[in-house]
RNA sequence: GCUGAUGUAGCUCAGAGGCAGAGCAACGCACUCGUAAUGCGUAGGUCGGAGGUUCGACUCCUCUCAUCAGCACCA
């Protein structure tokens, strides 16, 4: 009788004859030596497997390899499985116990609980333990056990975290262990063939995490690492890591003398240096303009606000323990307001509305101030005290798609202007299940989410979708950037809601002469002053574009006989508008161009005798170099045209 | 807020139970200079803060503050 053979579909288009149970490695080989060498697993009808997965059946197999995503997903996680190996190794099996160890970009984490608090000199320890496993080739191998079997294996284990998995795992789920040597673990794999083919590893950090990210679980030791399949790779990534430190806004913040901080006026409040606080002028000025252009009317409203304010809005039912604490005054409680929605909101009610006067937009560059938690304070990034290019548009429900959409627009021309090309549209949700952050009301919630994705999609912006990143009141379009340490934020924000509206009683009359409820479109643009300085910082390197720059230019006379030249240049430029400054001091030219090269301004003007002569400078470009003697009139001309169009 | 690490001159960092160190920056003097650091000199510190152990603490212990990483949070 003839052995049963199963027909592979190859990537190429091949169809392929197997017997019955031949594995992922035997396809590989029977294509070529090399192919069999290089292979770590398979996708079976798009589905990854491990490399002995036995093909019961006819299907699609692709060669898993590491050149490829699915290959670096199976290493790193088997990398995972190394290091919590070589953990229970040093510290005993029963003293480690294992939560999660997932892969994540760039590399992976484990999740352990221990009594032992691990140090940095501990995971040079783990890491030489790994290279050991590594070096003992240990065959990694998949067993399939029962709900049963497999809470028995880690109830003797004595694991809590794995048999609280298990429990939780849906009934009808394929438990998997796999093991190599005397260690074993739950997972649901695929993982390498054998820890042999584990080359390229570094662990880099360990911090605490909450099992199963809630606050009130027990905090468990999270040890960060990353893997690649050479060596090289890793070196390279590492460099990677350090070169985004350079760009941290924290130390180009502080080279350049933007801004600082100080124990003695508070943590996570902002001290503007006279550098930041002139990029901060030119972008408030800058935002204030276009807004005006737009229709938008700016107000200023008090920091400050009552307590009862914040009752009405329901910020004070949410947010109460995020707000610095309410003072009492006379027979007033007050508190440093966290939002400016609710002082917006008077201003529509401080007269009466007509659907001929919608949509009203009004704006502020309104400074606020958050409790946030003293963990979470990070640079610019994330502080007490902000300011917010925040406005509130109030329309009629048949203008919300058109105003939408200009909003949407505006955020376009801004980052056009700004240089900004790295950002995703994030349509943020409620959580249905979370009752408590989000305010009831199913119906509300379904048509505000519906109408703001309809809006979205037919502005044909490509978005993604999250749950629960809805604000209380409703759901969010947020645009979503990366710092440079690659941690992601939201810069720009715009937010459809109908609840404010009715909760301070906001009313219209309608061409029928009733009274009608507008809608809000909470939006802000570039963000907090504070968060947009830290991304553009981040963004450039520090090489703001001229038009940003706290100094454009600065005239650098070759010796101190041309100071009267240069007093001259730095007027004219002066006169044009041209933020410039000038270097009279004593020193050598090459040491003066290092300093202004290092202070990252855009244009050096060196000037001499051949200059004063012919009354030109030499022109010398951040990024360009030395670009020669030319007429002063024409280079003014050059940055001034620059400076107008806002070149990036 | 939680877990861990770190905190020494303006900056970057070394050191260590017995007199506190370097480079850069600052200041002074000399050089008057042509595209990323001229030379010499001077000054600069309650070693984050408080308490304790000790004959003696920058060093060891406790507490505290700040910073960093991560978690949680982010209207």
């Not at 199963?6 to 190429?12: E, M, N, Q, R």
């Not at 352990?112 to 995971?123: Q, Y």
């Not at 679980?217 to 690492?225: A, D, E, P, T």
């Not at 408030?284 to 200023?300: A, C, F, K, P, T």
């Amino acid at each position: 009788m003839q052995a049963v053979s199963v027909k592979v579909t190859l990537p190429d288009g091949a169809v392929r004859e197997y017997a019955q149970g031949s594995t992922i490695e035997d396809v590989a080989g029977s294509i070529s030596s090399g192919l069999k060498k290089n292979a770590v697993g398979g996708k079976v009808n798009g589905k990854v497997v491990d490399l002995n997965y036995a093909l019961t059946g006819d299907a699609a197999v692709e060669i898993v390899t590491l050149d490829n995503a699915d290959g670096l997903e199976m290493y790193r996680h088997s990398t995972a499985h190394l290091m919590a190996q070589a953990i229970k190794r040093i510290y005993g099996d029963q003293a480690v116990k294992l939560g999660i160890g997932p892969v994540i970009e760039d590399g992976f984490y484990y999740d352990i609980d221990m009594e032992h608090a691990l140090t940095p000199e501990d995971l040079l320890a783990i890491e030489k333990e790994m290279e050991k496993i590594s070096q003992e080739n240990l065959s990694i191998s998949r067993r399939e056990v029962s709900r049963e079997d497999a809470l028995r294996i880690f109830g003797e284990l004595g694991d809590p975290y794995k048999l609280e998995l298990i429990r939780d795992l849906p009934e009808d789920v394929v438990l998997s262990i796999y093991d190599q040597g005397e260690f074993y673990d739950l997972c649901r794999g695929p993982h390498l063939p054998s820890t042999g083919r584990i080359k390229a590893f570094k662990l880099l950090s360990v911090a605490g995490a909450y099992w199963r990210g809630n606050a009130k679980n027990k905090m468990l030791q999270r040890i960060y690492g990353t893997a690649f399949p050479k060596k090289a790779q890793l070196d390279e990534h590492l460099v990677l890591l350090e070169e985004a430190k350079k760009r941290d806004h924290r130390k180009l913040g502080k080279d350049l003398k933007m801004f600082t901080f100080a124990k003695e006026v508070g943590q996570g409040l902002p001290i503007w240096l006279p550098k930041g606080a002139k990029l901060r002028r030119v972008m408030e000025r800058y935002i204030v303009d276009v807004e005006e252009s737009l229709g938008y009317q700016h107000v200023y409203t008090p920091v400050m606000g009552s307590v009862e304010l914040y009752k009405i809005s329901g910020h004070w039912d949410h947010y109460q323990e995020d707000m610095f604490p309410k003072m009492e005054m006379d027979n007033e409680e007050l508190v440093l307001r966290p939002m400016n929605c609710p002082h917006h909101m008077m201003v529509y009610k401080s007269d009466m509305r007509s659907y001929r006067d919608l949509p009203i937009r009004i704006a502020e560059l309104a400074n606020q101030f958050r409790y946030e938690m003293s963990g979470a304070l990070t640079g610019l990034h994330r502080v007490r005290a902000m300011t917010l290019n925040d406005a509130h548009i109030f329309c009629r429900p048949d203008q919300i798609k058109e105003e939408f959409s200009r909003v949407v627009r505006l955020i376009q021309r801004v980052y056009e202007d700004f240089g900004i090309k790295d950002y995703r549209f994030r349509l943020s949700y409620r959580d249905p299940k979370d009752t408590e952050k989000y305010y009831p009301n199913d119906e509300m919630w379904e048509m505000s989410q519906k109408m703001l994705r309809e809006v979205v999609e037919e502005l044909g912006l490509p978005f993604f979708e999250a749950e629960g990143e809805a604000a209380f009141y409703g759901p969010k379009l947020d645009v979503q950037i990366r710092t440079a340490l690659k941690k992601e934020e939201t810069l720009s924000t715009a937010q459809l809601d109908f609840l404010l509206p009715e909760r301070f009683g906001l009313e219209y009359v309608g061409e029928d002469g009733n009274k009608h409820r507008p809608v809000v479109i909470h939006r802000g643009i570039i963000s907090t002053m504070e968060r947009m300085t830290a991304f553009l910082l981040e963004n450039f390197t520090g090489n703001l574009p001229t038009w940003l720059s706290p100094v454009q230019a600065i005239v650098i006379p070759v010796s101190n006989a041309f100071d009267g030249y240069v007093k001259q240049v730095e007027e004219q430029l002066l006169a044009a508008g041209v933020r410039v400054e000038a270097d009279y001091r004593n020193e050598k030219l090459g040491y003066k161009i290092r300093e202004a090269q290092l202070e990252k301004i855009p244009y050096m003007l060196i000037v001499g005798e051949n200059e004063m002569n012919s009354g030109s400078v030499s022109v010398r470009k951040r990024g360009e170099g030395d670009l020669g003697a030319q007429s002063t009139q024409e280079v003014i001309d050059k940055i001034v045209s620059e400076i107008r169009n806002k070149v990036v």
